[in-house]
Every structure is written in structure tokens, then in C-alpha cells.
């Protein structure tokens, strides 16, 4: 079962499990399709609703990865879960599923029904409206949306109250009255029911209490005076013969007279953290002792203020004491009483005293700063409580007092910018973003966020992980520096953030002292851990934490791997390590500048070589175990573990090539290869096998495998990427060190890089001699899984010399005999593809059962370059079958996908894919200029038209020299080649019709 949550917060789970979906975008997009299930949208208008500022090409590419995104997370995968889907996708719609298994929260408030809606019904459903619908989100349609949302909980709570109020049930009145002022701050009907409540009670201070807050709500929100509804029943009730008192009802506990709030008032505006502040009363409503906790500068403290003070007068008191300045726990209970006002009466203990006085009191207690103070914090918070009935206590700090009936609530940074925000218009919906152009006004009153300075702003803001004090003090350097100077120097920014305010804390005036208070908290073994944990990059498992920081370490403090868990659990109480709930197992990371600090006291230890070599010996291991597990039934798990770690495997590789560690750069990289093909990170395979074969090896005779190995991996990267001389030679020098040192296994890899480049190069020949040779080698090894391999490509030579029957064939056996020997769907799915390709080629219907087959498995598998083959595969069928709009919109995904993965040889096919796409549809001149780009690129690159697929150029040429007299033609198709790459895919993905 799917529960969607989208009233005063954003919240997707499964069975209890919360998925995350990783942008804005995503959650808004899933937001819309879940609140209008079963309504069928065209993908063109979800485009120009979610980016109506982009390119109508850029629109529907953002779409697609933001869909992408949302079925990765939300469709249901294994056995056990539901098999109808949620979403319903085709090339022209998509649907939420009505018939799907999901609960929303939204469609659970119900219809307007206020008529023969019982009060426990109206209970239920007013129950489950715990803020605005989608707090943080602004777009347009969400504002609508969150109207009529608000609407009807209103008319709903409004009816409840009336009715409540007609059956006399005062409590209940009270209860519902204050939990809508919570939510909306003035309603005029729940203020009117709350005094009417408390006059047949008989309590008339309270109501008039009650009319005070509601004209100062009215005045604050909306600069308006009460109603003359609400004016006129407050005359009445006050008069002698108002309402009755209940006879039914107990009189509320009297309460001790009103003190008022001893609430610090900041001196600056609060920023954000709406969706924070409800959830914090929320919780204040349901606990008696809430202890906010996270890093030092998150905003604790400002959070409770604000919180503490939009409890208000409703909370019955509240009392504010700061302990950062107090050192002594033994003068925790006297500071609680100097801020109370409360005197000690020997020979009662001051404990005592402070729970007589707080007995029959209604009083929210806000505890600030407890980390340092913790023990003492918890027990007087203990003893208090157990005295108190109706006290509440909200505690601040790095720690949680640990008590029972503790909820603890991390305080979260502030919020980011979205993925892909780009204009300051985007970039300005991120709490991080508005809190440094608020301070930096202070200091320079007429900044502006500009397209020039709103990627420097998102930069600063992001690389100080939105933490509030950090913000507050790089806006602070716009004093002397540009926002572009003090994005460059955040490398050395415990430096850079020392401008804080001189009458501030000691440990709030700079970055480094903040942190500084925290660790300075630690114990010995706390400390190596966390210094120890900077070696890890984008986050870490608990093995992985057990092996860096339970090594033996030459210079420092020694810690068991045992003892890891304990000491990380008290790293993650005193917020300076974040847990990250991951399935099947939790990660945990360091935000960054936490992380930067920690490095620091890496180095001061001298501790920054012996952490470092025990991170590449762990992931170097990782590495090689996780190899054959690609290849095996288990490798979607293995290539998400791997995706998980690609951080910190890109800094172990940067570090043996730093050190000069020529053996484990190599196998590192050859490791990792696999997971780079599978997941598209061409780009940096081949960045990483170059640096990695410039290590020098020092003629080590055992490094030669190694290095022949990558300079295969290399050419093959090479061959995806269409630098097919750079393969050629990789492949050639691969080939020659293997020859030189015997090694069989490594000269049939080589052939069949040299049979990819041929292939690639229209040498078919050539390919087809390479590819056999490296099958016989591989048949003398008696490799089977090779051998299948060999088939296959051998196949794909075969196919375009024009034996398109013994392609089939070789392609069924391969298939054949990968399937018996088990092989992982990786495989099965590209021999599904290259048989499909082939079948097409044939006019054979199966192929597109085959290619359908084979793009699921790369859809799950998250392998993007495979999906955009097959993809393309299928649009060239439908394009054959007269399915012009499923033939362009495959072409334009397709041609997406490559023109990302810098895959230009596939790029050009789908160029000449929508070329034909253009003249099936009449678009003569575009489509020319499509073929004349193709033309040249293939030129340029030395690729010629495929043999399997000149039937369908020759056939779509044909029909564009029926459209265009030839002088039209030939200006069409110069224009064409004068187009760069980028130039003819922008071109090619824009929805113009040219005349």
C-alpha cells in the first residue's frame, strides 16, 4: 500500500517505508498526478505546467528525467508487492492509477458532505489536515490547489465546531478551536467558538483572553479589526446573563496568574521554516518533552524562539532559560529559578520548590543549550516532569537529554535549491538562498540575486549545506568580497566565516569555534572516529566505518572495529554524523563543513596517510568482490551499492594515482569499469583509465596484465564514446602486450576491441576477421560465457555484410547458451537487443516483442546507453509501421539519452531517424537538414551508414525528394552540414515545422 501524505509536509511511504524522491521537481510532478488520479494529462502540457519558463525541448526533457525519477522510486519492484502500477505511461500521457494501492491523505478529507456529516466523522477527516497542502512549493497550481484544500477543511472544522458547540461538548470545543488556530493563526469561527466554550464553562478571563488574541491575530495578519459577529458575541457573553454554566462539565484546573514571556526578541527576520514551526507545536501537543537537536548553527535555538512564540498566550505561559553561558550543572535547577522568578525555601530543596510552583501550572519550559550541561538538564527535566501534570519542557541541543517520554526532533538545515534551478526566480524558493539575500542586505541594503551572481548564491549555499550560522557569516564577508570571490575561497572557509556579531556567543562569531564547542564535547575515542570519518566522500556504511576508523593507527588512539557502532551512535546523538535511512541497509554522512573541520584534526593528528591508505585497501576490496557479482543474478543490488559508494570509489582511485600506487590504480579501475559502462559514466571511465595508465608502473612484469587490461577498458570506453581511432590504438597496444607476455585471455579481449572499431567504421571485413579470430582463442580456452559473447558480435559483422539469416542464427545460439549458463540480465538484455535490432532489419515481427524485453531489463538496471539503443531500435519499427508520434518521441529520448552520454555514432542514427520522422510528416526542409548534419558527422567521423539500416534512409530519401525540386533540396542540406553536433541535436529535439 502506497500512503501519500501531502497536508503540512511532503511524505511517500510503502508499508511503513518513506521513499525518497530525490528532487522538487519529482515530488511536485508526483504531488499533481496523485491529486488528479485517474485524469489522463498530455505530456506537453505537464511540460509547460512544471517549466514554463524553458524551451519547449528542454520542457519535455525535464520531464522525461523527472518521470524517470518518480517511477525508480514509487513503482512497486519484487515479489510480494502490487502488480497493477501507479503511474500509467505511454509517449502521449500519463495517469496516476485509481485503481492502484494507495491512501491520500487529501482525497481522505473528503467532499464537501457537511450536512449529514456526523461529529466523529467530521473528526476523522479535519484529523488529517495537519498544514497547507504541499508547504514549500509555490507553484502556481499547487497555490490553487492549497486554496480549495484550506477551503474545505474550514467549512469542515467550522461545521464541527457549530456542532460540537450544539451538543455542549466544551472540551472538545476547546481542543478542535485551538488546533485550528494552530494551523490558519486567525480564524474569527474558532476564536468565537473557543469564547463561547470558556463562558459556559464559567471561566470569563479566559474569554476575554481568548478576544484579546484574536484582534491582535487580525491585526498582525491581516491589519484588520474583529468582525462585528465576532465584537457583538463578545458583548454578549460578557454580560451577567451570558450562556449558562455546564452542569456537565468539570472546571478547567485553575491556573496560577500570567506571567509574561521572558522569549528573547531577535534582532533579525526569521527566514523559512514554516513547515518546521507547525511540526514543532504539533509535537508540543502531543509530548510533554520535546529536546530539538542537530549541528551547531542548524537554528535550534531561533527555531524554539520562533515556535515557543507562536504558541502564544494559548500555550499558558511560557518561560525561556539559556544555559550556554553557565558552566556548572549544579546551578542548572537556581538558573531555571532566577528566569521563574522562584526564590528558595531551605530547608526544601530547590527541586522541590520549583515543582511545588510549577504543580497546577499550564507552562511551556524552554531549555536552551543543554549539550554541555546534559546530565544535569535530564534530571531536573526528569523530576520536574514526574512532578508537573500539565508542564511541558522543549529542550535545545546537540544531544537528547535521553530521558523517558523524550521525543526528540532534528532540527534539519534549511532548505536548497531544487536540481536544475537556474533562474533567480527558481533559485529564490529555497530557504537557504532567501536567509543569505536577507543578510546580505544588511550589510550591502541594495543586493540583488541576478543571473549573473544566482549561481555564486546557490554555490555558497549549497556548500555550506544550508546551515543558518554559516550563511549568516559568508553574507557577512559581502562587506569586502563579491558573492563569486567568497564561493571560490569556501575551500578554506573556517577562515573566510569569521565576521560573525561581537556581542554573539564566543562559539557563534566564527565557523571553526561553533564546531570547535561540539568537539571539544567528545571523548578520546569520540574524537578518532570523527576525524577518522573525514576520509569518506558523499557518505558511508557502517563496514566501511568499521574498517577505516577500527584500523591500527601508527601516531593516534587506537579504536576496536567492536567499539565503531557505540562510538558512531554518539557522533549521530550529538548531531555530527546524519543517518540516511537506505534500503537494505542505512548510510550515514557528515554534512561538509562539519566534514572540512574533522579533515583539519585528520591532519593535526597526522593521521591523513594511514586513514587514507585504509580507505583504498577497503574500497579497492569492495571493488573487486562487487566485479563478478555484476555478472551474476545478483547484480541490480550490487551496481545500487556501487552507485551508493561512487564517491568515495573516485577517491580512492585519485588517491593511489596521487601516491603513485600503480598496482592499485589499475585494479581499482579495471574493478570499477563494469559499473561504469552499465551506469553511463563514459566521461569519467575515460578521464580515470587515462590518468590511471599514465601512473608510471616501473616496467613491473606483474603490472603488465593489469595495464594491457585497462588499456583495453580504455579503448573500449573509447569505441562508446566514437573516438574510434583512440580505440584502435588502445586496442592495438593492448594486443601487443599481451602477445609479448603469452596471455591469451588478453589478446581475445583486445580483437574484440579492434573488431568494435572496424565495426563502428564501416570496415566489416576487417571486423568480422578480428571478432573471429578472438572467437577461436576463446574456444581454445574453453570459455564459455566469452564464447556466447563472441557469437553475438560476430552476429553484428555478419548482419551488415548482408547475411542477415546466419546473424539470426548466431545471435539465437549466443542468446541460447548465455541463458543456460545463467548469466546476469545485463547480458541476456544486450543479446535481446542486438537479435531484435537484427530481426527488424529482417522485417521479422518479433523484434519488437525482443527489443521490449530487452529495454525492460535496462530500465530496471538503470543502464541509460542500452536504454537509448533500444529505444531507438523501437522508434525505427514504428516509424516502418506508420506510428509517426511513437516514432518521434522514441528518436528525440533516444537522442537525448546519447547526446548526454557524448554516444555521437548512435546520435547521428537518431538524427536520421526523425529526419525521416520529418518526411513522413510533410516538414521537407527539416528534414533535409537533418540528413545533411548526419551526413557530415558521419563524415567526420569516419562511421558510415550501417548496412541494416540503408533500406530505410534509401526509403525516407525517396519520399523527401518527392516534396523538395532538387535546388531546394541542396540548400536545405548545406545548411544542414554546416551545423555542429550540438547545434543538430538542439535542432533536431525542437518542435518547429519549417516551411
Not at 518521470?67 to 502521449?92: A, F, H, N, Q, S
Not at 492509477?97 to 477527516?125: F, K, M, T
Not at 484529523?127 to 477543511?153: H, K, Q, T
Not at 550563511?471 to 559581502?478: N, P, Q
Request: net charge negative; hydrophobic share 45%; with cysteine.
Amino acid at each position: 500500500m502506497l500512503e501519500v501524505r501531502l497536508l503540512g509536509q511532503f511524505d511517500v511511504q510503502r508499508d511503513s517505508i518513506r521513499l525518497v524522491l530525490p528532487s522538487r521537481h519529482a515530488q511536485s510532478l508526483f504531488a499533481y498526478l496523485v491529486l488528479t488520479a485517474g485524469t489522463s494529462h498530455r505530456r506537453e502540457k505537464l511540460a509547460g505546467l512544471f517549466w514554463p519558463d524553458s524551451t519547449e525541448e528542454n520542457a519535455r526533457r525535464n520531464l522525461r528525467q523527472e518521470l524517470w525519477r518518480v517511477r525508480k522510486v514509487v513503482e512497486p519492484r519484487g515479489p510480494g508487492l502490487p502488480t497493477l502500477p501507479y503511474l500509467l505511461v505511454d509517449e502521449i500521457h500519463l495517469t496516476f492509477n485509481p485503481r492502484s494501492e494507495y491512501w491520500l491523505d487529501v482525497a481522505a478529507l473528503g467532499q464537501p458532505n457537511l450536512v449529514h456529516a456526523s461529529v466523529q466523522e467530521l473528526i476523522d477527516e479535519v484529523a488529517l489536515y495537519r498544514g497547507e497542502l504541499l508547504p514549500g512549493f509555490y507553484e502556481e497550481w499547487v497555490l490553487v490547489e492549497r486554496e480549495r484544500v484550506r477551503a474545505l477543511f474550514e467549512q469542515k472544522i467550522n461545521r464541527l465546531l457549530v456542532l460540537l458547540v450544539e451538543e455542549k461538548r466544551w472540551d472538545a470545543v476547546l481542543e478542535w478551536g485551538e488546533r485550528w488556530i494552530h494551523l490558519e493563526r486567525s480564524p474569527e469561527p474558532a476564536f468565537r467558538a473557543l469564547m463561547t466554550a470558556y463562558c459556559a464553562l464559567g471561566d470569563r478571563s479566559r474569554m476575554a483572553t481568548v478576544f484579546e488574541r484574536c484582534t491582535l491575530a487580525l491585526r498582525e495578519d491581516l491589519n484588520v479589526e474583529p468582525s462585528p459577529q465576532t465584537r457583538a458575541l463578545f458583548r454578549q457573553l460578557s454580560k451577567e446573563d451570558a450562556l449558562p454554566r455546564s452542569e456537565t462539565v468539570v472546571p478547567p484546573v485553575p491556573t496560577p496568574q500570567k506571567r509574561a514571556t521572558n522569549l528573547p526578541v531577535p534582532l533579525s527576520s526569521f527566514i523559512g521554516r514554516e513547515r518546521e514551526c507547525n511540526e514543532v507545536r504539533q509535537l508540543l501537543s502531543t509530548t510533554r518533552l520535546l529536546t530539538l537537536t542537530g549541528a551547531g548553527g542548524v537554528g535550534k535555538t531561533r527555531l524554539a524562539i520562533q515556535a515557543a512564540g507562536e504558541l502564544g498566550i494559548s500555550s499558558g505561559g511560557i518561560t525561556w532559560v539559556d544555559f550556554a553561558a553557565l558552566a556548572d550543572g549544579r546551578l542548572v535547577a537556581q538558573e531555571v529559578a532566577n528566569s521563574l522568578g522562584v526564590h528558595e525555601a531551605p530547608p526544601e530543596p530547590l527541586e522541590g520548590t520549583l515543582a511545588n510552583h510549577l504543580r497546577t501550572g499550564h507552562l511551556v519550559l524552554v531549555l536552551d543549550n543543554c549539550e554541555h550541561l546534559i546530565h544535569a538538564c535530564a534530571q531536573l527535566a526528569e523530576r520536574l516532569l514526574s512532578a508537573c501534570p500539565h508542564l511541558k519542557i522543549l529542550a535545545t541541543s546537540r544531544e537528547p537529554l535521553g530521558i523517558m517520554g523524550e521525543t526528540v526532533w532534528r532540527v534539519p538545515s534549511l532548505t536548497l535549491p531544487p536540481p536544475g534551478a537556474r533562474t533567480p526566480e527558481e533559485l529564490g524558493s529555497s530557504e537557504a538562498v532567501r536567509l543569505f539575500i536577507d543578510r546580505a542586505r544588511a550589510v550591502r541594503p541594495r543586493f540583488e540575486m541576478t543571473e549573473e551572481n544566482a549561481l555564486a548564491v546557490t554555490e555558497i549555499c549549497r556548500r555550506l549545506d544550508g546551515i543558518p550560522l554559516a550563511i549568516e557569516l559568508a553574507a557577512a564577508r559581502l562587506k569586502v568580497l563579491s558573492t563569486e570571490e567568497i564561493a571560490a575561497r569556501l575551500d578554506d572557509r573556517f577562515h573566510l566565516l569569521t565576521l560573525g556579531s561581537r556581542t554573539a556567543l564566543p562559539r557563534h562569531q566564527t565557523l571553526h569555534a561553533l564546531i570547535d564547542w561540539s568537539y571539544d564535547l567528545l571523548t578520546a575515542p569520540e574524537r578518532a572516529v570523527f576525524r577518522r570519518l573525514s576520509v569518506f566522500a558523499g557518505g558511508f556504511s557502517l563496514e566501511a566505518a568499521e574498517a577505516v576508523c577500527g584500523a591500527d593507527y601508527p601516531t593516534g588512539e587506537n579504536v576496536r572495529s567492536a567499539d565503531v557502532l557505540d562510538l558512531l551512535a554518539q557522533l549521530i546523538a550529538k548531531s555530527l554524523v546524519v543517518v540516511e535511512p537506505r534500503e537494505p541497509r542505512l548510510r550515514y554522512r557528515m554534512l561538509e563543513t562539519i566534514r572540512q573541520y574533522a579533515h583539519d584534526r585528520l591532519v593535526e593528528a597526522r593521521e591523513t596517510d594511514p586513514a587514507g591508505r585504509v580507505h583504498l585497501d577497503y574500497y579497492l576490496g569492495l571493488a573487486e568482490k562487487a566485479e563478478p557479482e555484476i555478472r551474476g543474478s545478483n547484480q541490480t543490488a550490487w551496481l545500487d551499492r556501487l552507485e551508493d559508494e561512487h564517491d568515495n570509489l573516485g577517491t580512492a582511485l585519485h588517491r593511489a594515482i596521487e601516491t603513485g600506487n600503480a598496482e592499485a590504480a589499475l585494479r581499482l579501475a579495471c574493478a570499477s569499469t563494469a559499473f561504469w559502462e552499465v551506469r553511463g559514466y563514459f566521461v569519467e571511465a575515460r578521464e580515470r583509465l587515462g590518468a590511471v595508465l599514465r601512473v608510471p608502473d616501473e616496467g613491473k612484469p606483474r603490472l603488465a596484465l593489469l595495464r594491457a587490461r585497462a588499456l583495453s577498458d580504455a579503448g573500449y570506453m573509447g569505441f562508446i564514446q566514437s573516438d574510434f581511432a583512440k580505440a584502435r590504438s588502445l586496442g592495438d597496444e593492448a594486443m601487443a602486450i599481451s602477445k609479448e607476455l603469452g596471455d591469451k585471455e588478453g589478446l581475445a579481449t583486445a580483437l574484440s576491441i579492434l573488431f568494435l572499431a572496424a565495426w563502428a567504421q564501416g570496415d566489416y571485413v576487417s571486423a568480422r576477421e578480428k571478432i573471429e579470430q578472438s572467437l577461436a582463442i576463446r574456444r581454445e580456452l574453453g570459455d564459455r560465457r566469452a564464447i556466447a559473447l563472441a557469437l553475438k558480435s560476430l552476429g553484428l559483422a555478419v548482419r551488415e555484410l548482408g547475411d542477415y539469416a546466419k546473424a539470426r542464427a548466431l545471435m539465437e545460439e549466443s542468446l541460447s547458451q548465455l541463458r543456460e549458463l545463467g548469466e546476469p540480465w545485463v547480458i541476456i538484455g544486450k543479446c535481446l537487443m542486438d537479435n531484435g535490432a537484427t530481426a527488424s532489419a529482417q522485417g521479422d515481427p518479433a523484434a519488437s516483442t525482443l527489443l521490449e524485453e530487452a529495454l525492460a531489463i535496462f530500465e530496471k538496471l538503470g543502464d541509460k546507453l542500452d536504454v537509448a539503443r533500444c529505444m531507438h531500435d523501437l522508434a525505427a519499427i514504428a516509424a516502418r509501421q506508420g506510428d509517426v508520434s511513437a516514432a518521434r518521441s522514441r528518436f528525440a529520448t533516444g537522442l537525448a539519452f546519447f547526446r548526454d552520454l557524448g554516444d555521437t555514432r548512435n546520435l547521428i542514427k537518431c538524427l536520421e531517424g526523425l529526419g525521416g520522422v520529418c518526411a513522413a510528416e510533410g516538414n521537407a526542409q527539416k528534414a533535409a537538414r537533418l540528413y545533411g548534419a548526419s551526413e557530415a558527422l558521419r563524415q567526420a567521423l569516419g562511421t558510415p551508414l550501417p548496412t541494416s539500416y540503408r533500406a530505410d534512409y534509401e526509403r525516407n530519401l525517396s519520399t523527401l525528394r518527392t516534396q523538395l525540386d532538387e535546388s531546394s533540396l541542396s540548400a536545405a542540406w548545406a545548411e544542414g552540414r554546416a551545423l555542429t553536433m550540438q547545434q543538430a541535436a538542439i535542432y533536431a529535439l525542437a518542435e518547429t515545422r519549417d516551411h
